[in-house]
């Protein structure tokens, strides 16, 4: 069974589609790249997998455990998700600190 699976992910933005009919698997253990030019939807499935974004149709399951029905605060919880383009780091930190802030909900 895939640890990550996404069937049929489909997002549009009035009349502009940003996914369309997007699935895929990964295995445990799998490492995955995601490359293509800007616009391609790249940010969008990664919105999605969030769920910053909810699709229009299709589903996404992690450990076969469906997350569209899932608020973005507990698939953080589950240990998906997401940075920003935009980094913001807490200057007072040390660069250790700043990378842990991101592993809090593991490490409390």
Not at 50 to 66: A, C, H, N, Q, V
Not at 69 to 78: D, E
Request: with cysteine.
């Amino acid at each position: 069974m895939p640890i990550l699976s996404v069937r049929d992910l489909t997002l549009r933005f009035g009349g502009i589609v940003a996914l369309d009919s997007v699935s895929f698997d990964v295995a445990v253990g799998q490492i995955v790249g995601l490359i293509g030019p800007n616009g391609a939807g790249k940010t969008t499935l990664f919105n999605c997998l969030s769920r910053l974004y909810t699709p229009d149709r299709g589903d996404i399951l992690f450990e076969g455990r469906p997350l569209l029905a899932l608020a973005p605060h507990r698939i953080a919880g589950l240990g998906i998700g997401r940075t920003f383009q935009n980094l913001a780091l807490f200057p007072t930190l040390t660069v250790l600190q700043n990378v842990m802030i991101g592993v809090h909900s593991r490490t409390r």
